[in-house]
């Protein structure tokens, strides 16, 4: 029989309804045995005290529901961020204010080669637009890019632009020209971006798969208190299903990992036999089984199938990804089946849509434990939480949009009513909703505690609170961030609160979230985490 | 090294864009087609097919275009450019919901590649529905109107007046009825130096009034304002030019298609030449040979 390790805290925080404040934890193979206080272990024998975490706050490992592996993969460039950051390897890069800082960083690079940069977002800068001749004082013979955090643009300098051809005179959508009519380097979307990208060997697929981006990825959960998070539209393929695999459920990886695969089209029978081939290689670390679907695009972009009035400024309504008639046929398909669906939801009529092609295919039959979580859902409002109530479906709210966009949607996207009702936590929950909340990392920072700071204070990066009266409480926005994420990943039974019989998948903070001043929410400290009992490093 | 020709083939679900490229594979005439297939398209073209046809076919796991996350897409292009040799063209059936445009759009800009033009294929029985339809309708006519031929499929069932008038209020890019996607290969390829493998005479006579064709020749520099304004307004109907002008201040090579014009510095010649070609019915080389006329007289 495995030993007993009884971990002590100065609080336990266990999200579980019947003993919601402990001292201790008893831990054996991997799973809670007791919890209680010193002597919670002894109708088991007893078991060794470890003090380690005695001055700390314990809580169940956060569980973020929405996340993709590429944000553990840019960190192969130099990060350029607003906010200080810390690196999956636990370096903590300062945030960068000036393009003189950004300047300095690059020329750290070490070359050989190009410098190339990401995570830079002019909406936080007062600084003048970062431009080819910032980066020209990088160097003059490396080529330097500067990768958006929204991934859509890129500033190069003009070593980068004469590889490409940029210098010739060439006619290019999206290749910005000054007064002048000279390249300023900033190219926008994919298009003109690729000839740069190409010729500079960044090349993205490489950074959503792999060894060392799941090894990142891993760390980069792991110092933010994640013990269990989601590739949300992963391009896992059952051919190299075993790399995955054996990486993950590895003793020594820090996270359980639950990939939903990517579908935008095909036929969900095909696809649901897949599906369940894949979930028969579920693990206790990796789980699989779910799809990803989308529908449209984003609120900021422009690319977000809005509802009456649509857009404030006046823009054209947004494209959809995948068009409503093959979104029902395939929702009816996957429910049909009984595979677990996690539908991209951002404007409003895109989840009008989805909603009404789920009450279609439920109404068909099919299982009724099938948690299809609508995610992002932004500009949901309480008649379609009331709606997805009644389907039992749950949903999974982008509550960092507040901070880092709410500034962009309150003037320009969908303007002041629309914005401080927007990620309306508080009417999901009083609609009896499931709720989970969500960073969409590397879209933003993933960091749960920043998380459930935004949708208990509701504020954006200029200050604005966005519809107070949706913001939830600290103690409704830590279950978010751990039983109710939980539950989108039907894993509720197994992690998500300390209870006894689950995995013992703990984190460990500096202060107490319930005791601090709201505001400070995101300033506590992940000190440890703890997987299956294995203290993680 | 010279540009490789990239080939869009967009429009909705049920269009018949696979027909269309399945045909040009079939007649392609001894050029190396690359074709980027989406893995989890409805209907997959079968990779066995492709080879069959000489052709060559990378395969797209992710068709989602939304972001920047997925550009499987332009990296796939550009494995296709890294291959030894490169294909004599690249042939991309975009997926049913994406804008053509975007993906022309690299060809526009990549120095490695030259645009061999954005086909639409629309279901002539279908359009009408799909343009009024109120969620999918302005996605619909912006697939359209990034066309610069339209390929009218299911004609043969009926009139296709009123399709062809729905799509003429949205672009005056040339339309063409090809029932099954059944387009004379070399309309689309057949101007491209890429082919050198290609017949003399196509080997498929039967699509032989699908094109008109246009050759204009002068030995001497030509006035730089009236050639400019040539190549920037040509007749209607004309879907590609091709060629070397010279004027007073040096040759270029001139590739346009549809709308967009491309003028790239190439070495010196003496003279001018250009071919125009584009869809019987709405391409008069005859009006073209005016213009010419126009622009070259002493």
Known sequence: ?537 | MSRVPLLVVGGFLGAGKTSLVTHLLQQSGGRRLLVLVNDFGAVNIDAGLIAEAGGDSIALTNGCVCCAMTGDLYYAVGDALDRNPRPDAIVIEASGISDPARIAALALAEPDLSLAGTVTVVNAEEIGALLDDPQIGAQIAQQIAAADLLVLTRTEHGPTEAAGERLAAITPAPQLAAPFGRIDPDLLFGLDPAAPNAPATPAHHHHADHFAKWTGDSPAPLPADRIRALLENPPAGLYRLKGWITDETGTREVHRVGRHLQLSPAAARSGSQLVAIGPSGRFRPEDMAALWREATAG
């Open chain 1, 1 to 537: 029989m495995s030993e007993t390790i009884i971990y002590t805290a100065r609080r336990i925080l266990t999200m579980a309804p019947h003993q919601p404040v402990a001292t201790h934890v008893a831990v054996r193979g991997g799973r809670i045995l007791a919890v209680g206080d010193v002597d919670c272990a002894a109708p088991w024998g007893g078991g060794r005290i470890d003090d380690r975490f005695a001055d700390r706050i314990m809580l169940p490992g956060f569980v973020e529901g929405h996340a993709h592996l590429m944000e553990g993969g840019l960190w192969r460039y130099a990060y350029l961020g607003y906010r200080d950051r810390q690196a999956p390897d636990g370096v903590w890069w300062a945030g960068l204010t000036t393009n003189e800082a950004i300047v300095q960083r690059l020329r750290d690079v070490p070359g050989p080669g190009p410098a190339i940069g990401w995570g830079f977002d002019p909406i936080f800068m007062s600084d003048q637009p970062l431009s080819r001749a910032d980066l020209d004082r990088v160097s003059a013979d490396r080529p330097v890019a500067v990768l958006y955090s929204s991934l859509h643009v890129l500033v190069c300098n003009t070593v980068a632009l004469k590889m490409a051809g940029y210098l010739d005179g060439a006619e290019v959508d999206g290749l910005i020209r000054d007064g002048a009519g000279q390249p300023t380097g900033e190219l926008r979307e994919m298009a003109a971006m690729f000839p740069v990208l190409r010729r500079l060997g960044v090349d993205f697929r490489a950074l959503t798969g792999g060894a060392a981006v799941l090894a990142a990825f891993g760390q980069s959960a792991r110092r933010a208190g994640v013990t269990t998070t989601t590739d949300l539209f992963s391009a896992q393929t059952e051919a190299d299903l075993a790399e995955l695999q054996t990486i993950v459920e590895g003793e020594d990886y820090p996270i359980r990992l639950v990939p939903a695969i990517g579908v935008t089209e095909g036929d969900p029978v095909e696809l649901a036999a897949m599906m369940a081939r894949m979930a028969a290689k579920s693990g206790p670390k990796l789980r699989l089984g779910a799809v990803k679907l989308m529908t449209d695009g984003s609120i900021q972009g422009y690319s977000a199938r809005l509802r009456w009035p649509g857009y404030v400024n006046g823009a054209p309504n947004g494209m959809w990804n995948t068009p409503p008639a093959t979104i029902r046929a395939l929702v009816e398909g996957f429910h049909s089946a009984g595979v677990q669906m996690h539908i991209h939801v951002n404007g409003d009529e895109a989840s009008e849509v989805v909603i009404e092609a789920l009450a279609g295919a439920i109404a068909k039959g099919g299982p009724r434990d099938h948690r299809h979580i609508l995610q992002h859902g932004q500009l949901m409002d309480a008649a379609q939480f009331r709606r997805a109530a009644e389907l039992g479906l749950g949903v999974n709210l982008f509550a960092n949009h507040l901070y880092h966009f709410g500034d962009q949607h309150y003037a320009l996207t969908v303007g002041p009513d629309r914005a401080n009702r927007m990620n309306a936590c508080r009417s999901a929950l009083d609609a009896g909703l499931n709720l989970a909340i969500h960073s969409d990392a590397p879209v933003t920072p993933l960091s749960p505690l920043f998380t459930a700071w935004c949708a208990v204070k509701r504020q954006t990066a200029s200050g604005r609170v966005l519809g107070a009266e949706q913001a939830i409480t600290v103690a409704e926005a830590l279950n978010a961030i751990t039983l109710g994420a939980a539950w989108t990943l039907r894993m509720d039974h197994q992690i998500g609160s300390i209870e006894t019989g689950k995995f013992a998948d703990f984190t460990l903070l500096d202060q107490d979230p319930t005791e601090v001043d709201p505001m400070a929410l995101k300033d506590i400290a992940v000190t440890d985490t703890v997987l299956a009992g294995r203290v993680t490093a």
